[in-house]
Structure formats: structure tokens, C-alpha cells
């Protein structure tokens, strides 16, 4: 089914103290809603999914637990669309003729008063039409596709590009202060209400005063992580970016031991290994990506390995990126300020000393590295293939790593604005980028994140300043830390999280946008999939050439986590990517490499991707701060939930309950997204309990515990190549290292449980509908 709806009331703009005001009220909308054929919407042909995708809706039997009717399908709309404003807002008043009539006073009379009812009629009539017809210079409810458009037609690449280029030049600061001011001073001048400094101290895992070094100890020869030899030249000419290949929150020390190759370090890596080799205090050989790195670390650490040199095959990058001598950065931080885990670093916290998160030394190294330490040649494309370093399984490697870092506690600054909705001002719309934290080398992907969030700011401040305003609250947020382990956003979240539990609606990410310059990547929640879906396909249609994009929920990197694993809230995140890195392993992006301003330009030289970055994520932001109803879908989580079922081995009992979830979703969808024509249901507490559903129904989808470096939020996968639930993939692949399947029981009844609370939950939301139905009757 589809839906439509026409325009909200205007009501006056209250007094909130943002994330302090626990009594804001509820305000009141005026709905009228009008339905037809899903297939009939104009347009809707182009958003249709693959055969292996379409689904059809109207047939009950939704109980059938045959795999094959379980369909991995977006949901049709049960979202609505906004009518044209209604120009027929005067009532039109006929008047008959009068009759002939002999006596002329009586005519007169008759005139007389016909004349009094008209003008008393005229004036109700234009008090009433007035009052239905709000103006639209000061109402955010007549805001359409139109007013959209004008809205994103500020946004220029050219001012997107000055941008990038000035925050470049605050790059030699000292600390992240002159950088914060920058964005605090440019976002005010722009009219963004309330920005602020939040400032924690956080301890820190910084570079030491020298590089690491590894040493192979038969030939006594000594290596920085780079592959350059340990000599004061090779020093001197190597600049400072020495110093940042390292694993913030490592063991530090020395450790002599046998280098054993463990490939990408997964269960079958491990015991074919331990088949072979006693890996006790040995160094292991890792490499990033296919799987978390916290979580393959925790694999060594249980195996009895005392080290891990980690590094990047050359083939699973893009043949446009020779990373070879490049050195890059690791945080082994799972997330927020180590010293208080779980709660803010306010003054007066508790601070525990947690120097480092792991027993093991771990090193990043450059593949030139490698390639010397396994005595391997230079070249290793043969006819065009090529092949992975890998050491000799008969060759026995003996080499020295010595890990050195310091600890500090340190200030990182978070800046947050505001611009206050109109509607409904307790319900935020975050937008998070990241600025650059200059205790370390980071890279320059924070000025494009930056820039497009300024871009966007200054294109809806224009708009701010004729007298419009959201419907609901957008908070515009630059995280600092992003790369020692998301800490701003993570400090942020605990400090307000009761009040964000409550009132938060979406996250919009833009970290990193620009990681190539071939294809367009969109994440999404599986309830915020078909919106991205719609934006995708209306971004292709304006431009002249398109890949083909795709559209998922998968594990990201940034700021989002805390958002998305220990709030729940539903997630965007818009990217351009090299085609290769996407059909590599995932989680290469785990990796931090000192990339410079000229790389991101020779990337994006016109700066035209970052413009579509910042309008499709405009687009997004609006719809979703503008909707009456939010562009939730209830019903794609359901059938997430059935397509993360499938695989080899089904589980009964699950796909059960996921069925009966999928009917809940359904009723849901069509009888509660779909107010009928009746006055009693257009209440502004009904459209109030409809939001409050939508907003929340991914949080019954956060388990307790997940494997380290996993998401707590289920409904997000590894990577785009599988789609089961990842803690039960995890699960029995570790069955291959224990001989008990205890671990697998209990990921299984995570899952059950959660996919137990959301049909709770939207059965419980059904009943409340009914419930008010009943009690207006």
C-alpha cells in the first residue's frame, strides 16, 4: 500500500533546553490521509528491487516456514507522501436569484438582509480559510520537494572545495583547540543556534618518542615499521610519520619469538596452525581485514601468542592505491575513554588504570616489510594475477619486536550545534562529522567530513533566516578522538544518554566520504534502506553517469557505533568507494594511513563527489526532520530478520517466531501506518504513539553480549557478502576450535530473544492503537 498526506498545523515555537527539558509537549498536527495502489505511485517502477526481492504483500500466509517463500525484500512503502498544498482553501458560496415580488419594500428587505448574511457569511469564511491556510514563510509543514530542492541547490562544490582547503591549512596545529574554535566561530557566523564546546579528558595512547623497530635476528638486521632500515639517515628523511605507525592501547615492550604466519587470523587459520606449530609466546603474522581486528586478537590472545605484526596484503587493494612503504595507525579501543568504561569523564569519575587493553604487543608494519622478513621478491603479479605474501610454512623466522607508546591524559573537544525544531524540538536528528585530533597523524579524510557538514549548515541557514524551520530538532555534531576509538561521540553519548535513549530519532554519518571515486556506497538501517533506496536511484536519474549502487547494513567504521550498538537508533551513512576495496575484505578501513590533502583532490578534483555526498545527506536529514510520520519501515525489519535466517542450517523455532514477527510487521504497517478517513484518528497523541514506535523498534535488536569487535546491534552484518546474523556465523566457527557448541547455544538465544521482544513490541503497539480506538467510541 502507499500513502498520502497533506500539510500539518502551524503551532508557535516553544521554549527547550535542547538536551535538558524533560516536559516538552506534544504538538498538534492536523492529518488527512488518502490511499491507492502501491504500484500506481508515480515513479515507483524505478525503485523496484531485483525478482529475487519482489514480494507479495497480500498473501496471508505469512506462517509458511518453507526457506524458500523467505524473500530478502525492502517493504513497499507503508510511508507517506505529501500532497500539493489545497488550493481550494475559500469555501464558494452560491446565491439564487431573487424572485420578483410587487411590494418593493419587502424586496428591499429581502436585499437588505441577504446583503447582512453575505458579509457575516464573507467574514466567517475568511477568518476559518485564513486559519486553514497557513503562510509558508513561517510553517515547516508546507515544506515540499520543491522547497527541498531549493534548499540543496545552495550547496555548490566550489564552496565545498574553499572549505577543504582552509581546514587543511590548521593542520600543523599543536592540539585540536585551534581547530575547534575554526568550526565553532564559521558554524555560528552561519546562524546555527547554541554552539558549544564539550570537553573531556581522556587518556590517551600516544606515539613515543621514538619509532618501533623490528629486528630479524639471524642476520642482525633492523627495520622501522616501513621497511626502512634502523639508520639516522632513514630517520632524518622519513619525516614524523615513523612515529604513527603503531597500535594505540598495545602492550608495550620487547619481545624476541618465532614469526608464524596466521594469514587473516579466522578459526581455520588458527587450527591448521596450532595443528602444526606451538604457538605460545610466538609472534604472530596478521593480516587486516575478512573479520573485526579486536576480535581476531582475542583469537591469538587465547591461542598463547605473545605478539602480532599486522599488515595489509598489497592484493586486496585497489590497484590504484601502492600502499607499500606506506605505515598506518590501529586502535585496539572498542570504544570511549578506557580509564571509564561505560560511564562519562566527567569531573570527579572514577579512573582506572588501563595503560593498555591487550596482553599482546602488537606492531603495524608496511608490506615492504613483510616481503623482507619472508625473503620474498618484489613482484608478485604473475599474468596479471596477483599473489598474496604468505611466509613458508617450512621456513622458520626469528625476529625481535619492540613496541613503544606513552599514555597521557589529554583534552578532546567535541563542537555542537543546534538549530531548534518547530514541531517537535524534542525529537534530534544528529549529524555527526569528525575533526582532526593532532596528537597523532590521522590523515586528511576529517576535512572532507567537515566541509560537507559546513556546506550543508550554511545551505539550510539560508533558509532558516526567511523564516522556516525544521519540524524537528537537527544537531550538528564534530566529534574529536574518532581515531583513538570514537572517544567524543562515545563520552558524549554516556554523558546524555538518558536523555538521547528518549529523544534521539537517526544518526546521519559522514565519516570518511571519500575513499575512492567509482562507486557510490550507501548504509542504512534496515527501517531508513528504502528511503536511501529512493535518494539512490533520484541522484542517478539527475546524473549523466551512474554506477550501480548499493545499499546495506553492514558493520562501519566512525562515530556511528555508539549510536547505533548502544542506542539503537536507525543509521545512514553515504560514501564513495574504489570498486576493488568494496569487493575486498572488509574491515580494511580499520587501518589509519597519514593520507594527504593532494590525494583527496586528486580523488575528487571538481569536488563534485563531496557535493553529492552533502545533498543526498541533506535530502535524507530533511525527509526525516520534516516527515509528520517518520520514513521509518516496519516491515523491512521483519524481513531482515527472516533473510538473516537463512543458510544451511535453519533453526525451526527461529523462523517461527520470525513469520509471526513478519505478521505483526504487516498489521503494523497497513493498519496503523495507514490512519483511515476518520476524524478520530488524525489526534495529534495518535501520530505521536505511531512516531514513538517507529523510532524505537531497532532497539530490540541490541544483545548483551557479542564477540569483542562485533556489533551488539544484530541487525547490522560482517560485510555484504553474508547475511546470516554474524554472532551465530561467529558462534560455529568457533565450534571448530572448542569440541562444546555452548557458544553457539547462546548466540542462538540472543537471536531468538530479540526477534521475541520486536514481535512483543509490535504487538504491544497494535493493542495501545486498539485500545484508544476503542476508548473514542
Known amino acids: ?241 615513523l612515529l604513527y605507525s603503531y597500535a594505540a592501547y598495545s602492550a608495550k615492550g620487547t619481545l624476541e619469538a618465532e614469526v608464524i604466519d596466521v594469514s587473516y587470523g579466522n578459526a581455520d587459520d588458527l587450527k591448521r596452525i596450532q595443528k602444526m606449530k606451538n604457538t605460545t609466546n610466538q609472534i604472530a603474522l596478521l593480516k587486516l581485514g575478512k573479520l573485526p581486528l579486536l576480535y581476531k586478537l582475542s583469537l591469538l590472545e587465547k591461542a598463547g601468542f605473545g605478539g602480532v605484526l599486522l599488515y595489509i596484503d598489497p592484493c586486496d587493494l585497489p590497484k590504484t592505491a601502492n600502499l607499500s612503504h606506506d605505515t598506518f595507525m590501529v586502535s585496539l579501543n572498542p570504544g570511549g575513554d578506557p580509564s571509564t568504561p561505560g560511564y562519562p569523564s566527567v569531573d570527579g569519575s572514577f579512573r582506572q588504570n588501563r595503560s593498555n587493553l591487550t596482553s599482546l604487543l602488537v606492531q603495524p608494519i608496511s608490506a615492504s616489510l613483510v616481503e623482507k622478513l619472508i625473503s620474498s621478491p618484489n613482484s608478485r603479479t604473475r599474468n596479471g594475477v596477483c599473489s598474496p605474501l604468505e611466509l613458508p610454512n617450512n621456513d622458520e623466522r626469528i625476529v625481535s619486536m619492540q613496541v613503544q607508546t606513552v599514555t597521557k591524559f589529554k583534552t578532546v573537544t567535541n563542537v555542537v550545534g543546534y538549530l531548534k525544531g518547530l514541531t517537535f524540538p524534542d525529537r534530534y536528528i544528529i549529524v555527526g562529522s569528525h575533526h582532526h585530533t593532532a596528537y597523532g597523524s590521522y590523515g586528511q579524510e576529517w576535512a572532507s567530513s567537515t566541509a560537507i557538514i559546513t556546506a550543508f549548515i550554511r545551505a539550510l541557514m539560508l533558509r532558516v533566516k526567511k523564516g522556516w524551520r525544521p519540524d524537528r530538532t537537527i544537531v550538528f555534531c564534530s566529534w574529536g578522538g574518532t581515531a583513538f576509538g570514537n572517544i567524543g561521540s562515545y563520552e558524549w553519548g554516556e554523558d546524555f544518554k538518558k536523555v538521547l535513549q528518549r529523544n534521539v530519532v537517526a544518526y546521519v554519518s559522514l565519516h570518511s566520504p571519500i575513499r575512492g571515486n567509482s562507486s557510490l556506497h550507501s548504509i542504512a538501517s534496515p527501517s531508513l534502506r528504502q528511503l536511501v533506496i529512493e535518494k539512490n536511484h533520484f541522484n542517478c536519474s539527475r546524473r549523466a553517469k551512474c554506477q550501480e549502487t548499493s545499499v546495506s547494513s553492514v558493520q562501519i567504521q566512525g562515530d556511528a557505533d555508539y549510536f547505533i550498538n548502544h542506542l539503537g537508533v536507525p543509521t545512514v551513512q553515504f560514501a564513495f568507494e574504489d570498486i576493488k576495496a568494496l569487493e575486498g575484505p572488509s574491515f580494511l578501513s580499520e587501518a589509519h594511513f597519514p593520507k594527504h590533502a593532494t590525494e583527496i583532490e586528486e580523488m575528487d578534483p571538481f569536488f563534485n563527489l563531496h557535493e553529492t555526498i552533502t545533498k543526498l545527506s541533506g535530502e535524507v536529514i530533511l525527509q526525516i526532520a520534516n516527515e509528520p510520520v517518520l520514513p521509518f519501515n516496519a516491515l523491512d525489519v521483519a524481513l531482515e530478520v527472516q533473510n538473516s535466517l537463512k543458510g544451511d542450517q535453519p533453526n525451526t523455532q527461529l523462523l517461527a517466531l520470525a513469520s509471526r514477527l513478519r505478521e505483526s510487521a504487516e498489521l503494523f504497517q497497513s493498519d496503523e501506518m495507514r490512519p483511515a478517513n476518520d476524524p478520530k484518528e488524525r489526534i495529534p497523541i495518535r501520530v505521536r504513539m505511531l512516531n514513538d514506535i517507529l523510532q524505537d523498534m531497532e532497539k530490540n535488536f541490541l544483545v548483551q553480549q557479542v564477540p569483542p569487535g562485533f556489533y551488539r546491534n544484530i541487525l547490522y552484518h560482517l560485510d555484504e557478502k553474508t547475511s546470516q546474523f554474524s554472532i551465530v556465523l561467529e558462534a560455529r566457527e568457533r565450534c571448530k576450535l572448542l569440541a562444546s557448541n555452548e557458544t553457539l547455544q547462546a548466540a542462538l538465544s540472543e537471536v531468538l530473544n530479540s526477534i521475541n521482544s520486536a514481535q512483543v513490541y509490535f504487538k504491544a503497539g497494535l493493542d495501545v492503537f486498539e485500545s484508544v480506538l476503542v476508548g473514542k467510541n
Open 1 to 241: 500500500m502507499a500513502y498520502q498526506k497533506v500539510n500539518a498545523d502551524q503551532r508557535a515555537p516553544g521554549h527547550s533546553q535542547y538536551l535538558d527539558n524533560d516536559d516538552l509537549q506534544a504538538t498538534a498536527l492536523d492529518l488527512e490521509w488518502d490511499m491507492e495502489k502501491e504500484l500506481e505511485e508515480p515513479g515507483f517502477d524505478q525503485f523496484q528491487l531485483d525478482s529475487a526481492e519482489n514480494q507479495n504483500l497480500e498473501n496471508p500466509e505469512t506462517a509458511d516456514l518453507n526457506l524458500d517463500s523467505i524473500q530478502p525484500a525492502t517493504s513497499p512503502k507503508g510511508r507517506f507522501q505529501r500532497l500539493q498544498e489545497e488550493s481550494d482553501c475559500v469555501t464558494r458560496y452560491t446565491r439564487s436569484a431573487p424572485k420578483n415580488n410587487p411590494c418593493n419594500f419587502c424586496r428591499l428587505l429581502k436585499i437588505l438582509c441577504t446583503a447582512t448574511i453575505l458579509f457575516i457569511f464573507g467574514i466567517l469564511i475568511g477568518y476559518y480559510a485564513h486559519k486553514k491556510c497557513p503562510p509558508n514563510a513561517t510553517s515547516s509543514a508546507t515544506l515540499d520537494l520543491q522547497l527541498y530542492q531549493e534548499i540543496l541547490e545552495t550547496i555548490q562544490a566550489e564552496d565545498i572545495k574553499k572549505s577543504f582547503r582552509n581546514l587543511v591549512q590548521l593542520y600543523k596545529s599543536e592540539d585540536d583547540t585551534e581547530i575547534s574554535k575554526k568550526i565553532k566561530t564559521h558554524w555560528t557566523s552561519l546562524g546555527l543556534e547554541d554552539v558549544q564546546f564539550v570537553n573531556y579528558s581522556v587518556l590517551l595512547n600516544l606515539a613515543g618518542p621514538s619509532a618501533s623497530s623490528v629486528t630479524l635476528s639471524s642476520h642482525g638486521q633492523c627495520f622501522h615499521p616501513n621497511g626502512q632500515p634502523c639508520s639516522e639517515e632513514a630517520r632524518t628523511h622519513s619525516s614524523q610519520d
